[in-house]
């Protein structure tokens, strides 16, 4: 059973930074895709970041230039670093491993949720 759990969101103002993390558990990491999504109030779920098992990464329009992820192996852990935060950042972020990563898009593994992490953009 796929257990995953994110930290690292707050409240933060315009500009400003968060470091999210996502440990992951009964799943071998390593060979595994692993994508971070995000759903603000009224909103479907939308991809942020994807880094594959290789290390190649994908990113949102949105987020190109501000946001990196990265992922340690060692610790069965992925980070999305998020920097020059806009209030349209606002969302709960979820990290999803073990998804389908193809043609630059993410398609998430079903049942391979965690909790998801809030973060807010305000000043």
Same mark, same amino acid.
Request: one cysteine or more; aromatic letters at 8%; hydrophobic letters at 30%.
């Given at each position: 059973q796929v257990q995953l759990v994110e930290s690292g969101g707050g409240l933060v103002q315009? +500009? +400003? /930074?968060?470091r999210l993390s996502c440990?992951? /558990? +009964? @799943?071998?990491? /390593? @060979?595994?895709?692993?994508?971070?999504?995000r759903q603000a109030p009224g909103k479907q779920r939308?991809?942020?970041?994807? @880094?594959? /098992?290789g290390g190649s990464t994908n990113y949102a329009d949105s987020v190109k230039g501000?946001?990196?992820i990265s992922r340690d192996g060692a610790k069965s852990t992925v980070y999305l670093q998020m920097n020059n935060l806009k209030p349209?950042?606002?969302a709960v972020y979820y990290c999803?491993?073990? +998804?389908?990563?193809?043609?630059g898009t993410y398609y998430p593994r079903l049942g391979s949720w965690g909790q998801g992490t809030q973060v807010t953009v305000s000043s």
């Amino acid at each position: 059973q796929v257990q995953l759990v994110e930290s690292g969101g707050g409240l933060v103002q315009p +500009g +400003g /930074s968060l470091r999210l993390s996502c440990a992951a /558990s +009964g @799943i071998t990491f /390593s @060979i595994n895709a692993v994508g971070w999504l995000r759903q603000a109030p009224g909103k479907q779920r939308e991809m942020v970041a994807v @880094i594959s /098992s290789g290390g190649s990464t994908n990113y949102a329009d949105s987020v190109k230039g501000r946001f990196t992820i990265s992922r340690d192996g060692a610790k069965s852990t992925v980070y999305l670093q998020m920097n020059n935060l806009k209030p349209e950042d606002t969302a709960v972020y979820y990290c999803n491993v073990g +998804g389908t990563y193809a043609h630059g898009t993410y398609y998430p593994r079903l049942g391979s949720w965690g909790q998801g992490t809030q973060v807010t953009v305000s000043s």
